[in-house]
């Protein structure tokens, strides 16, 4: 058993390595199809002197071979450096790091948002099986499912913000706190001795409120996904010989459900859930777009539309290598659990 | 007098036809995805107006129903004084234009890449499941919005690059199909026959992925349509002046507030069709799966 563990291991470690290479070639070169020039776009107006431009080409390592190009950037991105944002003039790796808690942050809420709401409908649903409250469930997860999340986000708007005037627009705080960025999540940076005292819990109820619709707008597929998902899940193993038997010898409705239907259903609904992490990038690039939600999102579309090439390069690097590692992980954690798969 | 194969044909139509109608929720589907195509196809006679006609001093009317509309603009007008109930109807033009082709493409090729790589298998399979991967690894929308970084916004450009974003689940679920398809007698008998490669992936192999084919295209035209319509918020898809749902909404935007419709209708058809496409899908899905059936 433990052989087999490994040699699966193995397999998908080396199945790992040709894809993470393929993503860096891929974003490498992607970018030197856009049209434009990055050294003109650097210089602005200097770039129309030739002296200037070349010097510039020169000191970017624009003037070597495309394929020797690749071997350093490769090279200083093992070692963290991605260059630096035409835009801010500053490395790409702070860009990132300074955006990217404000994403997690949102992503984590979705996802429980998801599964609190997910995993409990799904249940009732599969325990009372075509019932009124199944069709209503199932049905709404379809919608939730259909969801397009881009005009979501905005009816909420219109909803809680304009209608009911108890929700924010957007951003993560009010102006009128400052809190300093110790960890960049703004739920625990808001709760410091610091902020504490000089402004009691106003801002940690300000970055709550400002977190509620982008997490409703972020985690409604989400949640369509793992309701279902429990549900079609839960139906299965209650038709288990030993569900049955427990049923049988008379142990209550409930523990039948949660102790053992429940436990055994977990295994499908944890792989979707860790499935879902990599399609919240994709929710978080039209979420932070609406909910002006400073994060990596948002931050790759404005970088596209101003052609930040390092920006935009070392972005999706970034976002595509985390792709493959969270699924990855996902495939070793869910053989473990079955190792039938294997 | 019909051929065992032809009653044999009639008779899983018929359990198909059962199967489907019994599923409320599929043909709820199917009636939205009915009426959907019908408004596109008839958009010229249905439209009170064209899209772009512009009507002064008529600007941001509500719908008929509100204070202060009219029937003459049944959903009301959107910022310039164009008619909202018009402009809907020629954006289900366009999405079904938009949504049709980009299935088509991504069928093409995934279904290519998936043929090849699970009947040949080896070297071949790696290098284009290794290529699969790779696309796989980017989200959909911002592999979507790189492509069009790299060839422009743009209705064309769009279609293109959402139909790459939707090879991979096409050549992964063909794969598999090939697979186990290929162990299968009449395969090996083709094989003992002579018959070519191409034309066993083709003849033999193909024809015997439709149902499966059928549901992916269904899913893959709704996932089509949302990703263009997410493109065309984002400004990078579809542009103005095209009645394109995805864009009537971005430019809606700085309205939300004083006309909150402008916002709401174009995001409910998005809504209602990719709803209507995915009902149907599951539910083609239910109906054609013999190890689903009750």
Not at chain 1, 80 to 103: C, H, L, N, Q, W
Not at chain 2, 75 to 103: E, K, M, N, P, Y
Request: charged share 15%.
């Amino acid at each position: 058993m433990r052989s087999s563990a490994l040699k699966f291991l193995k397999e998908k470690l080396i199945q790992l390595i040709p894809t993470l290479v393929g993503i860096s070639l891929f974003s490498f070169f992607i970018i030197r199809m856009i049209p434009g020039d990055p050294v003109m776009l650097m210089l602005g107006e200097r770039g129309s002197d030739p002296k200037v431009y070349q010097e510039m080409t020169r000191s970017l390592g624009l003037d070597k071979p495309v394929l020797e190009q690749y071997g350093i950037y490769m090279k200083n991105a093992v070692q963290g450096d991605f260059g630096r944002s035409i835009v801010s003039k500053r490395p790409v790796t702070d860009e990132f790091f300074a955006r990217f808690p404000a994403t997690l942050e949102l992503g984590v809420c979705a996802m429980i948002f998801a599964i609190l709401i997910g995993i409990p409908a799904g249940v009732y649903a599969a325990v009372h099986r075509n019932s009124i409250p199944d069709y209503i469930l199932m049905g709404g997860s379809l919608v939730g499912y259909s969801m397009p999340i881009f005009w979501w986000g905005l009816i909420l708007i219109i909803i809680f913000s304009v209608n009911l005037g108890i929700t924010p627009v957007s951003g993560r705080l009010s102006v009128m706190f400052d809190v300093p960025t110790i960890t960049g999540f703004m739920l625990i940076d808001s709760l410091s001795p610091q902020v504490l005292a000089d402004e009691g819990l106003a801002p940690f109820f300000s970055a709550i409120r400002h977190l509620i619709l982008p997490t409703i707008a972020m985690g409604t597929i989400p949640l369509a996904v793992v309701a279902r998902m429990t549900r079609s899940s839960v139906l299965e193993v209650l038709r288990a010989p030993y569900v049955q038997t427990a049923k049988a010898k008379g142990q209550s409705f409930n523990k039948v459900v949660w102790k053992h239907a429940f436990r055994n259903a977990l295994i499908p609904i944890v792989t979707v859930i860790g499935l879902l992490f990599g399609s919240i990038i994709t929710g978080a690039i039209l979420t932070e777009t609406i909910f002006s939600w400073p994060g990596i999102g948002k931050w790759l579309v404005a970088s596209i539309h101003a052609r930040d090439y390092p920006v935009i390069q070392g972005g999706i690097l970034f976002i595509a290598s985390m792709v493959i590692m969270i699924n990855f992980l996902v495939d070793i954690i869910y053989s473990y659990v079955n190792p039938k798969i294997r | 007098m019909e051929t065992t194969q032809e009653v044999g044909f009639k008779h899983n139509l018929k359990e198909f036809l059962d199967h489907f109608s019994d599923n409320k929720g599929a043909v709820f589907g199917l009636g939205l995805v009915m009426g959907f195509i019908t408004l596109a196809i008839l958009a010229p006679i249905i439209a009170p107006h064209s899209a772009s006609e512009v009507f002064p001093g008529q600007l941001r009317l509500p719908p008929f129903w509100a204070e202060g509309g009219s029937m003459k603009f049944l959903l009301g007008t959107d910022d310039l004084g164009r008619d909202t109930f018009s402009r809907l109807i020629w954006g289900a033009q366009i999405s079904l234009f938009v949504g049709v082709s980009i299935v088509f493409l991504s069928t093409l090729i995934g279904t290519a890449l998936g043929l090849i790589s699970g009947y040949f298998g080896g070297k071949v399979d790696i290098v284009i499941m290794r290529f699969i991967d790779i696309l796989m690894a980017y989200p959909s929308i911002l592999l979507a919005i790189i492509v069009v970084a790299v060839i422009g916004p743009g209705m064309v450009n769009a279609i293109i690059a959402v139909a790459i974003v939707g090879v991979p689940s096409f050549t992964r679920l063909i794969r598999a199909n090939v697979l186990e398809l290929k162990e299968r007698q009449f395969v090996m008998a083709a094989k003992t026959f002579g018959a070519s490669p191409w034309r066993i992936m083709l003849k033999e192999i193909l024809p015997n992925c439709t149902a499966v084919l059928i549901v992916q295209t269904t899913l893959g035209l709704s996932e089509g349509i949302l990703s263009t319509a997410a493109l065309g918020f984002l400004g990078l898809g579809v542009q103005a002046p095209t009645p394109e749902w995805g864009i009537m909404l971005s430019d809606a935007r700085p309205y939300i507030e004083s006309s909150p419709w402008l916002v709401t209708l174009p995001g409910l058809c998005i809504l209602a069709v990719v709803l209507g496409l995915n009902l149907f899908g599951d539910g083609l899905r239910d109906a054609l799966d013999p190890k689903l059936k009750r």
